[in-house]
T-cell receptor
Framework: AQKVTQAQTEISVVEKEDVTLDCVYE???????LFWYKQPPSGELVFLIR??????QNEISGRYSWNFQKSTSSFNFTITASQVVDSAVYFC??????????FGDGTTLTVKP | DAGVIQSPRHEVTEMGQEVTLRCKPI?????LFWYRQTMMRGLELLIY????????DSGMPEDRFSAKMPNASFSTLKIQPSEPRDSAVYFC?????????????FGEGSRLTVL
């Protein structure tokens, strides 16, 4: 069985603050992939990043960065200098070679001007 | 490039009626997923197909739900008879999978309200 936990249900920050969204996962597979998706108020889920279990290098893309730590089964997402347009629900997901894609419950981020 | 296309975007129906949701995946993608999203249960995987074959339907709530993928460019999710508790947003997603580990591309969703 696999499970993704996003303990933070809601986070509210003021524009320009940095914010980190936590994600903890469980799986018995040794090969797996982790993802982050964004669901803005318009409703459509948008893919942000995919990482495989053998690559623990952190990744940075503009104001977004991801920290993968296998030792703690975590794949956290940080937004630097947050903006109002970052307001959305963010989902962490796990996928194994069995194909099933399991999502966390999501973290609702509100960035206030 | 066209993304995943779902129809209808909104559906309001009465309890007991049959509902059919449709999905056209991205051309060239070989995996297709149906998810249901509600406030109470979040995003639930209902069923997914790989190369038009259902791989895991363990998330399908009950016999009232059925899904088909007759070809690589079309899938349906049917609810018969519908009940108020089926009210949710239903998402279709597709993936270009070499090893069943690709990222998912989602449609805009079909918002179903059962009165």
């Amino acid at each position: 069985a696999q499970k993704v936990t996003q303990a933070q249900t809601e986070i509210s920050v003021v524009e320009k603050e940095d914010v980190t969204l936590d994600c903890v996962y469980e799986t018995r597979d040794t090969t797996y992939y982790l993802f982050w998706y964004k669901q803005p108020p318009s409703g459509e889920l948008v893919f942000l990043i995919r990482r495989n279990s053998f690559d623990e290098q952190n990744e940075i893309s503009g104001r977004y960065s991801w920290n993968f730590q296998k030792s703690t089964s975590s794949f956290n997402f940080t937004i630097t200098a947050s903006q109002v347009v970052d307001s959305a629900v963010y989902f962490c997901a796990l996928r194994t070679n069995a194909g099933k894609s399991t999502f966390g419950d999501g973290t609702t981020l509100t960035v206030k001007p | 490039d066209a993304g995943v296309i779902q129809s209808p975007r909104h559906e309001v129906t009465e309890m007991g009626q049959e509902v059919t949701l449709r999905c056209k995946p991205i051309s060239g993608h070989n995996s297709l997923f149906w998810y249901r999203q509600t406030m109470m249960r979040g995003l639930e995987l209902l069923i997914y197909f790989n190369n038009n074959v259902p791989i895991d339907d363990s998330g399908m709530p009950e016999d009232r739900f059925s899904a088909k993928m007759p070809n690589a460019s079309f899938s349906t999710l049917k609810i018969q008879p519908s009940e108020p508790r089926d009210s949710a947003v239903y998402f279709c997603a597709s993936s270009q999978d070499r090893d069943l580990t690709g990222e998912l591309f989602f449609g805009e969703g079909s918002r179903l309200t059962v009165l």
